[in-house]
């Protein structure tokens, strides 16, 4: 990576471009090598001795590097796992009767999979040290993705930490094709009542008093939500097609009760979905994609023997 200088115009242009799938393929193209290193680390030892503070760095300082760009990817690919991983838990809540604590859990693996998605359209949202002791929110915004071009910027940066992952997923992805047409109940703004309406969600059952966890002392409400989410699963069966899965998903996705759980779904499904268009340009990140499932697997879905549904053969069914 190499630092360029300060951005010289407005950013506003960039903030919330929504790049083409041609546009990613053939920034993700370029080469790749499985990292733990996180991207704030990569970009600190080139703005450490720029002395910005969070006020001057607001017009954004440009970085440059083919190594960004597989940091962004690598970091994609770490947030799908956590978003996955969080899917698996909800599931395994919710599959006992536990509702509100599976709705909290399922509103980490969205949360999870916008910063994957963000990720995958060269966004971070992250905490970067400018003086090399104190971390502060900083975003970085792509400004030609194409040739590995970001601005690194504190701009909008005193957002919450989930309004402002939420407002910048949707702002992006509104715009952005829908690989498949199921998918519009992720990415269009028309299908919620405003960007953040989850992570609200989330705030009143897990945090107002006498909302969630009242099927704590409420067997009927438990054994009732229990039926409810697993009676949803049944159809279509195990062995059916792809697509009717997806049909399924996303007729799920406008229930009053059960959307968001299904929402999560969708949303691993569109992140394999461009994981597998990048495994066509990128064949070290597919190598790297493809070694990890045997592994999620094993450690999350092998735990279903004989499986019921196409949530618990959810690995076989979408990610390989």
């Given at each position: 990576?190499?630092?360029?200088?300060?951005?010289?115009?407005?950013?506003?242009?960039?903030?919330?471009?929504?790049?083409?799938?041609?546009?990613?393929?053939?920034?993700?193209?370029?080469?790749?090598?499985?990292?733990?290193?996180?991207?704030?680390?990569?970009?600190?030892?080139?703005?450490?001795?720029?002395?910005?503070?969070?006020?001057?760095?607001?017009?954004?300082?440009?970085?440059?590097g083919q190594d960004l760009t597989a940091s962004l990817l690598n970091e994609s690919l770490e947030y799908f796992q956590k978003a996955l991983y969080n899917f698996n838990s909800q599931y395994l809540l919710a599959q006992n009767g536990y509702q509100t604590w599976a709705e909290v859990t399922n509103y980490y693996s969205s949360y999870f999979s916008i910063f994957a998605l963000l990720a995958l359209q060269g966004r971070i949202i992250s905490r970067v040290s400018l003086d090399g002791v104190n971390k502060i929110p900083c975003l970085l915004h792509p400004i030609d993705i194409r040739n590995h071009q970001y601005v690194l910027t504190t701009k909008e940066s005193t957002d919450s930490t989930h309004r402002l992952p939420w407002n910048k997923y949707y702002e992006i992805y509104d715009h952005y094709v829908c690989l498949k047409p199921e998918f519009d109940v992720v990415q269009l703004k028309g299908f919620v009542t405003e960007p953040k309406d989850e992570s609200e969600f989330r705030n009143r059952v897990n945090y107002k008093i006498y909302e969630g966890f009242q099927e704590a002392i409420n067997i009927t409400h438990l054994t009732s939500f229990k039926q409810q989410y697993l009676n949803a699963l049944i159809t279509p069966v195990l062995g059916d097609t792809v697509q009717n899965y997806l049909t399924a998903l996303h007729a799920l996705a406008t229930d009053p009760d059960l959307k968001y759980f299904a929402r999560s779904a969708l949303r691993l499904l569109l992140i394999r979905t461009l994981f597998e268009e990048i495994g066509n340009v990128n064949a070290n990140f597919k190598t790297e994609f493809l070694s990890r499932i045997p592994s999620w697997q094993a450690t999350m879905f092998d735990n279903y023997t004989p499986k019921r549904n196409y949530y618990e053969d959810f690995v076989t069914i979408f990610l390989v």
């Open positions: 990576m190499i630092s360029i200088g300060a951005y010289p115009h407005n950013i506003d242009v960039f903030k919330g471009k929504a790049w083409s799938l041609a546009d990613q393929l053939a920034s993700f193209a370029a080469p790749f090598t499985p990292s733990l290193a996180s991207t704030a680390s990569l970009i600190e030892p080139h703005i450490v001795p720029l002395v910005y503070t969070q006020t001057t760095l607001k017009p954004g300082h440009i970085l440059e």
